[in-house]
């Protein structure tokens, strides 16, 4: 009697306090509808619209006592709203949407303000939801305002302004403004963007330029070994050690960027016509297989490195990772319908253990695979949700693939915007004596952390040796 009781209880608290999100999944209406509370939920934490507030941004940056967020974190905000509006037709956002997008666009995404955090891939993050919104023929701004074409086009000319090759034979730095720490760190992230926007933006205006610099970025990131053989897609290492000492860290973000990324490249080199393979495909399927094995392990996204059994790790950035995961692997199954069986049977799992770790209130968590809310709120976990039940929709009737030049794309571009925009232009300076003692402290802290990596590794789990964080200290 006693265990029937205590078994009602757990019942009854299953489905009154943990009642999750209520949505069917094989229902685009129920989907769009479940969407719409999760959007509402996403926009609570923006108040960039409000008076006196500055349009874009989420509130932050972290050590202005406002909020938690990067700039960066905006840039995804807006790229999720392109992308719901154009899987549900839902028009409530659009205005902010365009605001936003344009509001922050100053100086090709490096508006002087956030000079302090400017990452190149933080700027990539904005000009990817830029380029985004040319695909999907979301709506340009007026003609006498910055054109999503063009944005993504001066972002583009920036990171490939950036390329360098004294260190490492190539490859980009994670900052973008000498000051900032984490600017001795190439890594995978802005190298990724560039191939990223290279294989888009040569896709949507037919210009090999982009190609070329997209094939040159892939070529680097597996040369250098952040791509391996098994096709785990690594974080970065220090230009000092020419990038041999690597950060063995996955995160979702790199791999789905690159994902994407080559489903492009896949697209724009292949004619639809002919059955002959590409470069692309191999390491495009080979990319998808890893990547399904290894971040959706049960079918359902874990962030691996800071995601562990028993604790979450995650900052801020990293708790909204699954989201672009599972928006661009969507997409590739537009470009790459070859891959669509596999990566939807994922998505499908994947969301569905993500609605339950939604409330009925459409407050969504970052844990996706205990089957109920774990109380982690924020606007990252909020726009992961999002993403991935819109993406759903992703083979629904009234879902057009990515838009080019040639087939419905209205937006103007400017093959030459950003040039000129450079914050940091040229080569790395050589070490001089000067710069040693802060390449010292560098290498031991990267010492410390690979020494942490291997315990952890040892326990069978893995940490993020290296704190996204950043900005001057
Ligand atoms: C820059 O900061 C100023 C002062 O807070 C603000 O008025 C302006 O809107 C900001 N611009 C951007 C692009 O964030
Ligand atoms: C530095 O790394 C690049 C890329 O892996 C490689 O091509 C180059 O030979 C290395 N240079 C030295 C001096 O080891
Ligand atoms: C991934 O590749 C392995 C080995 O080639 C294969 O057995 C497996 O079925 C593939 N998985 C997916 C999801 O395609
Ligand atoms: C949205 O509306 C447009 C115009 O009516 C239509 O062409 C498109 O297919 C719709 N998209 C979806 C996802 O229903
Ligand atoms: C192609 O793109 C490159 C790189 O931005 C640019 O310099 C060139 O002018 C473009 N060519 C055309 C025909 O638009």
Redesign the pocket.
Known sequence: MAGMASLLTILLAATSVYAALDVDLDSANSIQSAAKVVAKNLLSYYHGDEPGQIPGILPGPPDSGRGPYYWWEGGALWGTMVDYW????DTTYNAITTQALVFQSENSYQPRNWTGSMGNDDKGFWAMSAMLAAEVGFPDPPPDQPQWLALAQGVFNQLAGGWETTYCAGGLRWQAVWANNGIDYKNTIPTAILFNLGARLARYTGNETYAMWAEKSWDWLVGVGYVDDEFNVYDGAHYQNNCTEINKAQFSYNAATLIEGLAYMHSFTSSESTTTPNKWQAPLTSLTNRTLTFFFPEGIIIERPCELPTTVGCNTDQLSFKGYMHRWLATSTQLAPFLAPTILAALRSSTAGAVKACTAEGTCGFRWTTGEYDGSTGAGQQMSALAALVSL?VG?????KPLTGVTGGTSVGDPGAGNGHVAVVGELAPVTTGDRAGAGVVTAVLCLSLVAGVVWMAMDETVPVMKRGKGKE
């Open positions: 154009h899987y549900t037709n929709l629904g009737e009234g879902v057009g």
